[in-house]
């Protein structure tokens, strides 16, 4: 079975500050692991995808990621936050066939202060 | 543009009535997601087909069901509609590597 788990429903910090939202999850074979975005009253956006190649997955808007397997984890990052950057991420885990169930988590609202 | 065509964009309508969403995937993609995007639930998957046959399914209530179409459109009905059944509605569609491509969704308000 697979399960994801975000670890932190809202994180806030200031522009130009890193950002780090957290992801852990639980498969009982080698998983695809995504981050997705959504941006107020937008459809969901793909920033990176990890699938068993190299473990640090770098993304689009600067973001990336680091495939952790003994931590489970599959942490995002931004050195430096924009205003642009505050909105609504999700961590996915899927299977490696195509028609593999997809499960989100419940996603991690990103506040930027000004 | 995801290629992922939702329709309609909002849906207003009663308790007790039944609506009709309608997906259209990207050319060439096999799979449709169905996704519930609610306050106090976060993103719900509801239902997986591909290629014309249901493939997985998740949280979707027996008041709800659907289907893909020949053409690989799919369609997601609602009926006696509740107030609690206010939400977002994602569909996605997926290729052959997995990587998903999301509608903008459909905004369902029952009054």
């Known amino acids: 079975a697979q399960s994801v788990t975000q670890l932190d429903s809202h994180v806030s910090v200031s522009e130009g500050t890193p950002v780090l939202l957290r992801c852990n999850y639980s498969?009982?074979?080698?998983?695809?692991l995504f981050w997705y975005v959504q941006h107020p009253n937008k459809g969901l956006q793909l920033l990176l995808k990890?699938?068993?190649?190299?473990?640090l997955v770098k993304g689009i808007n600067g973001f990336e990621a680091e495939f952790k397997k003994s931590e489970t984890s599959f942490h995002l990052t931004k050195p430096s936050a924009h205003m642009s950057d505050a909105a609504e991420y999700f961590c996915?885990?899927?299977?490696?066939?195509?028609?593999?169930?997809?499960?989100f988590g419940k996603g991690t609202r990103l506040h930027i202060l000004p | 543009d995801s290629g992922v065509t939702q329709t309609p964009k909002h849906l207003i309508t009663a308790t007790g009535q039944r609506v009709t969403l309608r997906c259209s995937p990207r050319?060439?993609?096999?799979?449709v997601y169905w996704y519930q995007q609610s306050l106090d639930q976060g993103l719900q998957f509801l239902i997986q087909?591909?290629?014309?046959?249901?493939?997985a399914k998740g949280n979707i209530l027996e008041r709800f069901s659907a289907q893909q179409f020949p053409d690989l459109h799919s369609e997601l009905n609602l009926s006696s509609l509740e107030l609690g059944d206010s939400a977002l509605y994602f569909c996605?569609?997926?290729?052959?590597?997995?990587?998903?491509?999301f509608g903008s969704g459909t905004q369902l308000s029952v009054l």
């Open positions: 996915v885990v899927s299977g490696m066939n195509r028609d593999d169930k997809i499960i």
């Open positions: 498969s009982s074979y080698s998983p695809s």
């Open positions: 990890y699938t068993s190649a190299a473990t």
């Open positions: 050319s060439g993609d096999l799979s």
């Open positions: 087909y591909y290629n014309g046959e249901e493939r």
């Open positions: 996605a569609s997926a290729g052959y590597t997995g990587k998903l491509f």
